[in-house]
């Protein structure tokens, strides 16, 4: 079965083709980011108009550069939520009429479950049961995964997502929209620091967490450097290096909780956070004192893409789920509310 896959959710538009028996035949993504930079964050109305704009191009590119016909489709899969109610509304809207107009169905999926299973698109997947560590501009959450659709939150942030915190934490560093992946970059290039940021949440029992506390910190420590006139490059390295260090500390210890609660063997983590090299690296070492295996997908499937979305929707597809009737997208839809497939 060969399923296209439409992202929408926010400010990336992308668009993938993934059949079911030879996996992912190609996939094509733009990103929004120049024209939302200069407003330094997302402006939802540009959003949505530049998806309607945007996604016949891409899927006619997609078709183009993988010699395949609209004939060939057998099923279109978008996101249905949750994001920003307008990006989703223009994908979901286009991918019914475009489904319609080829005569397949189309299938709504959830966003979070692509990101989720996302490093199934890597040449060794991960199996279930697993821990799953998502980590996004939106979400930050554990979830114990038995099975597609089968979801149940072990833990989440209690304010900011972690990328959130990332792109918060560089716009204070005076670094442009969206900062995270700069942020990142600024730590790597120092492998010492003078901060030591608060690690939040450690010292109480359960996999919650929260970073709206270690942004403050770090906003503090910004102003006494600015005051005493210090604030130079190698400062704002530093200050990147103990920021990222919190962080990637907080989740590995709270990682490490979620696999000793289950017992799985497998960590997976997903979302644009899940990108960082230095979060990768230290969950590796976690992981092999815990003797698992940690996962995680190529950078470009880390951050949003058609490619989630049209595996997402394949994996529901051809285990049997119907597809959807109506165009009703869910701006807001938990994940531990999805149908189980069996
Ligand atoms: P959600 O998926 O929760 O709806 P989103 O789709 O906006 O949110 P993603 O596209 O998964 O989020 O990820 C974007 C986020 O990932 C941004 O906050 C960005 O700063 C962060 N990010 C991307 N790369 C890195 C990196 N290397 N280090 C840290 N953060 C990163
Ligand atoms: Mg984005
Ligand atoms: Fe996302």
């Known amino acids: 079965m060969l399923v296209l896959g439409i992202e929408s959710s926010c400010d990336e538009t992308g668009v993938a083709l993934y059949d079911t028996d030879n996996g992912l035949v190609g996939h094509t993504l733009f990103s929004q980011i120049k024209m939302h930079a200069e407003f330094g964050g997302v402006v939802p109305e540009l959003a949505s108009r530049d998806h309607i704009i945007k996604l016949p191009q891409l899927i006619n590119q997609l078709l183009d550069q993988t010699n395949t016909s609209k004939k060939d489709i057998d099923a279109v899969a978008y996101t249905q939520g949750p994001g920003l109610i307008g990006a989703v509304m223009v994908g979901a809207c286009f991918a019914t009429a475009f489904a319609k107009s080829i005569g397949v169905p189309a299938l709504g999926v959830h966003h979070m479950e692509g990101h989720l299973l996302a490093p199934m698109l890597e040449d060794t997947p991960p199996e279930f049961p697993f821990v799953a560590l998502l980590v996004s501009g939106g979400h930050t959450m554990l979830v114990d995964v038995k099975a597609i659709g089968q979801y149940e939150i072990l833990g989440e942030s209690l304010d900011d997502a972690a990328g959130e915190a990332f792109d918060k934490t560089a716009k204070m560093m005076g670094l442009p929209y969206p900062g995270g992946p700069l942020l990142s970059k600024l730590a790597q290039s120092v492998d010492a620091s003078r901060f030591t940021f608060p690690r939040p949440m450690i010292d109480r029992p359960g996999m919650d967490m929260s970073f709206s506390g270690l942004k403050t910190s770090v906003r503090n420590a910004i102003k006494k ?118």
């Open 225 to 342: 450097e600015v005051e005493n006139e210090t604030f130079d490059e190698q400062c704002q390295k530093e200050i990147a290096f103990g920021f990222e260090h919190a962080v990637c500390s907080t989740l590995s210890i709270k990682c490490k909780r979620a696999l000793e609660h289950t017992g799985h063997k497998t960590l997976v983590i997903a979302g644009g956070v899940s990108a960082n090299v230095r979060l990768r690296e230290q969950l590796g070492t976690m992981c092999q004192s815990k003797r698992s295996k940690l996962f995680y997908a190529r950078p470009e499937f880390c951050t949003d893409n058609g490619a989630m979305i049209a595996l997402a929707g394949a994996l529901r597809l051809n285990a049997g789920q119907s597809s959807t009737q109506s165009v009703d997208v869910k701006p807001r839809w938990p994940i531990d509310t999805l149908e189980p497939l069996s």
